[in-house]
Each structure stands twice: as structure tokens, then as C-alpha cells.
């Protein structure tokens, strides 16, 4: 027993090597592609204008075509190996000579090109980059210039070879190893298992050597490592999952450990407020966190002397600014920093919250199905790098629904914590007043002998967690349920939602004097925002219509979405569940159409969307002809392409934070020493040096090591110019 774990050992250390001797031989190889610039070029280029110069007289002595940089451009190539060699045929676009400056994806500048008024081809050569797991993205910076051709070649011998490729064919070596019995030593599997490497070598090859042109095969190793380690652990995994169906628990835990763990590392990019959006808001937040206590002023105007969490407020409640306040000290006293923390805490809550909700709903095996759903919604993703109230709101709301349909009879303790829990909710916005009704029907369905006793329990647990909020409402205005949401709804139903508009009412106008002025007015507008979260049909001869909640999912999960909806909807008349379920979906769309259809106000339902096209998929797979295991591979290939919305969730954040203000916070990051602070002149609206990701190292301008500040702003005396991004300028103080 014991020489047969050795020989498995031993023919796995085999495979290993076989894998990575395979990827550096093949690395050997020299590699060499040409990007025709105003040819066909789009998939190996960004940031150059999309319109190609042809039939110009600048085209003398060119190819007959090129392309005009942008102030940033990027070339995106495979990883062909190192040593690089880089060869630009470039002039400037005018008859002025500029400069052209090269730059590794890390913003490492390695060569700054003359570019004149004649073609020439310069070269640079890259010895950086191994350390990407995928694409080697080549940074191009410079004004008017006209780029005709880039030549890629390998230089040099040996070739160092991309370590995460090596890996990916290593992994992909043991999987077909382990799936065709050669790690177990079985008979004629060495000559199968051969057959598997040459395919795999093939796969390297078509990625380093482009067969299709100029259309490179993007992370090819990497799919193909996952699929052959998918392909392997398949077979094992089902009789696992059979054997012991908790197991699918376990996937499920550690589906939410990667995706916090994946959000975690995305949100590194997120250094500053992506506007417009969400974190238009956050300036209000960030200045009531500084401290516990605040003064309330009638007129909405806060100064940060004076303001403070404890306070009243008609538009926001205390719930998200507490929390900022708290997580504070942990980051430094840097708002932006505990924010950002605070988004990827709640959406591992919110994934968590969504499981046991599907888990109690629909099993094991569709709670790990919606769960994939949920965690690729680009809906939730975006949430989970934008700063604001949506996501804990989310979390809470979610939490409440999986405590409230726990399965069996209900504990006391989950009563009180679901109380907990919607007081929350409430306590951070206020549509979490929903949860109160929903709470008392979800009871009453489900606790008849002690109806009254178990409501009472939730009521006091949700008013106990909500009580800050009452006693500052009613120390500071009198009332214990102050809002001035009613200006919310003016600004959809009367003003278009057109923001411009917001200073025509005050701020404490009344629900009854804007239903009064037009009531047929403020109907329509909730009807249609009704009509929108669900779809909206022909009403008019528009092009364009709306439907928020079956776009919550990647495709197909909106239309699964809707059939699963349809099935809990035949199920309610005879189970409480799926009534409680539908009961909050319907109770939330009808009280939040009121005002504003933004999307990311419907993020609460995200969760029962998911849930809805599990429960479908599950179904459909029980219908499926067929053995377990093929029922099994159809709902995993279903369930992947929900997850397919993660990249996309965050380049929707990522993309909408200015690009020279990510530029500046990188360049002063690098160049800013441990213990220095750097100082800023900017305008009163910038955040750089109140909401970002080095907000906690801005300090005064005495002493400060480096000096950012507009094109207008005057430098200290002495300071060196060190970089230029849009409109900002980043200066060395000696």
C-alpha cells in the first residue's frame, strides 16, 4: 500500500515536470508579430482614435495607413516571453517634434522616444512583465503621434517564459494525467495521456504565435488548465457530492471565500469616487463619520466642525455613517479606505444571506446554483465596489428574508435576530420599513399558535436596533419618523428626475401637497416605474423600454428568473416560503416605484432573482432525459454563465473613476517615502485629498515630500516637476 502511494507520487512529480519542461522548451521558440496600426489592429491595441489616416501626405514613407495616439494608449499582447524587443515605426503628427514615452503596465517608464516629423522605427526593449498571470499590457503616452506599425519580437536566447503560463501547463499536465489513469497506472493510459500533452502544446502554440492574424487567443492556457482540472475532478467530485451532500456546502463556502477574496483584490483600483454615480453621495457620509456626536441644522448646511453621526437627518439615516465611524479607526481615519472595506464586508454578507435564503428555499444543490448567480450579477459586483448605503442596506434586507423562512419551526432567537436585522436595514435606509409589515405576515403565516408573542419579539428587536435613529428625530426635530423623501418623489415624478432641478422645492415639502398639486401625475409615475422594474410593453412607440429586475442577471438568468417567479407563484397558495419570498418582492417594488427606478435601488431583490432562476434550473433539470451525471453537467454549464457578469460588474465602477486622478494617486504611491505625507491646492470639489486612497496621507504643505496640484496652482518655491496627468501636476518639494 504504502510503494503505491509512492508510485503515485512519484508519476505525479512526473507529470508536474513533464508540464513545465513542455512550456519552456516551447517557449524557445522565437515569437514575432507585427500590429499593422489603421490595419487590423483592434484586438491588440486601446486608446488610439478608431478612425485609421489613409491618403495623407504625412503617410510618405509609411506602409500607406496608421492610427493617431490619444494622450494614452495601450498595447495588450500575449506573454511572449523575455527578453522583448519593441519596435515603433512612428512620427509626430504635425511638424513639431514631441516625445513618445513607453511604460510597463506597472506605470515603470522604460524609454522616452524623440518623435519627429519623419517616419522612423526606434526600438525599446522589455525585460519586465513576467509577473502578469495574463496579458503584457505596453503603456504608450504621448501627444500627435502617428503610429503606421509595432513589431514584437522575442530577443535573445534562452527566452524566459511566463511563470503563470508555465503553471497553467503544468496543472493542465496532472489533470489529463490524473483523468486518464496515468497517475493510477493504468494500462495503455501513457500513450492516451501523450496525445493529451500534444493538444496542450498545441494550445500554446496558437497562443504565443497567433495562427488567426492579429487576433490573439487571451488567457487560453489559463481556460484550458480550468477545463482539464473541471474535465478531471468531475467524475470524483459527483460521486463526493453523492456520497456526502454536504460537501456542496462546503463549494458553497468556498464559492464566497473566492468571490470575497476576487472583490477584494479588484477593489485595489478603486482610489478615488467614480462619478457620476452613487458615490456622488459619499462626500455627505465621509463628513458625518468624522466624529460621534453632531449638531443638527435646519437648513441642511454642515459644517465638518460641527457635524456628526447622532444627528437627524431628512435624507439620509445614521445606520451607513455609524458604520463608517466605526470601521475608521482600522483604516487609518481614511473614510474612503473603510468605505471601501465596508463594500467587500457586505457583499460577502449579502452572498452569505442569499445562500441560506436559496438553501431554505430550494436545498443543497439550488442554493449552490443561485448562489453562482448571484455572486456573477454585474449588479452585485458593481455594488461591491461602489461606496454607499446599497450593499449593507442589501445585506440586511436578505438576512432578514433567510432568518424569517428558516426551515422547521422557527426558533425565538431567529425571530429576534431577523428583527435585528430589519431594524437595521431600516436604521441605514429608509425603504427597510417594508421588512416591518413583511415580518409580521412572514410570522403570522408560519407561527400560528403564538402569533401575537413571537410578532411582538421581531417589533421590539426592530425598534431596539432602530431607537438611535427615533431619539435623534425627536431631540432635534420633534418627530420620530423625520424624512424629506417626498422631494425624491417630486424630482421623478414632476422634475424628470433632472438633478438641475433640485433647489425649485424645499426640502421638507409633503407627500400630501405633491399628490394634491396632480395626483393622475404622481400615479403615473409610480405605475410606470412599476411597469419598468418588471418590463415594460408598448405603451408607446419608443424604441427603447425598461426592465430593471430581469437585468439583474447575465442572460439567460433573467428569463429563468421569470419562470421560477411564475412557479413560486402556483407554489404559495400551498407552502409559507415561497409566499414570504414573494411577498417582500412584490411589497418592495411597489413602495421603492414611488420615486426614482434607479437599478441599484432594486439590489435588494437581487438575491430572490437569483433565487428564483435556481429554483428554475433545478427544475428544468429534473425534466432533462438522461443520466445524473448529464442533468448534473447542464445545470453547471447554466449555473457557470451566471458568474460571467464579475469582470463586467466591476469595470462599470473601476472605468468611471478620471483617469489622471488614478494616475496621480499611482504615481504617488510609488514615489512617496514611508512615513512622508503629500500636500495638495486643489479645488474645494476634488477628492483627492479628502476621498481617496491616500486621503490619510495629505497633510499640511510645510514639510510635505511631494505637492499635487491643478494646471493654475502656483508650486512651493523650489519644487521640482516630476509628472503631469490631465489637469493635475505632481511636484518633488526639496
Known sequence: MQSGWWRMAARLAGALAAGAVLAVVLYQLPARQIIDLGGLDA???QGFVDRPVRDDARLAGSDGSARAMQAQAALVLPQFGWPLALELHARAADAAATTLQVRQGDGQVVAQLRIDDAWRAQSVTLAAGWWRPSDLVVELRGDAVLLDRVTVATAGWPIVPAPWIVASVMLASVAWAWRLGWLAGAPQSGRRWGLALGAIALVLLCYRHLPLGSVPLRRAPHLLALLSLAAAAWPAALAAVRRRPAWLDAA?????????AAVAWQSLGHVTLAIPGVENDFRVFALRSARLFGQYAADGSYRAATDGVLRADGFYHLGYPLLLWLARPFTDDNPFLAARALAVLSGTL??????????NLLGRVGALIGLAWLAGSPVTVAAAHSLGTDLPFAACCTATLALLTQRGRLRPW??????????AALLIRHPGIVLLPIG????????????????GWYTIACCLVFLPQLFVNLRDTGQPLHAWQAKNIWLAAYADGDWQRWDEVPDDIGLGELILRDPARIAGNWWANVRAAFGSGAEDSGEFGRSIIPRMLTFPGGWLALVGLGQWAFAARHAARPRIVLAWLVAYVLLVSVGLALPRFYLPLVPVIALAAAGCLVWLGRQLPGGDGIRAVLVLAFAVAGIQGL???AHDVLARQPADAVSAVA????????????AAALGPRDPLAKYSAIAHRA???????????????VPPAGATLLEAFGRYRLYRVE
Open 252 to 260: 458553497a463556502l468556498a464559492l464566497i471565500a473566492g468571490w470575497s
Open 699 to 713: 497633510g499640511p504643505p510645510r514639510d510635505a515630500a511631494l505637492w499635487l496640484g491643478d494646471a493654475s496652482g
Open 414 to 423: 431567529h425571530v429576534v435576530l431577523a428583527g435585528a436585522c430589519a431594524g
Open 350 to 359: 449579502l452572498l452569505g444571506a442569499g445562500w441560506l435564503l436559496a438553501r
Open 43 to 45: 484586438a491588440l491595441t
Open 667 to 678: 504615481s504617488i504611491r510609488r514615489q512617496l517615502a514611508p512615513g512622508a505625507h503629500w
Open 440 to 455: 409580521w405576515l412572514a410570522l403570522w403565516w408560519r407561527t400560528p399558535p403564538a402569533r401575537r408573542a413571537v410578532i
Open 647 to 649: 469582470l463586467a460588474g
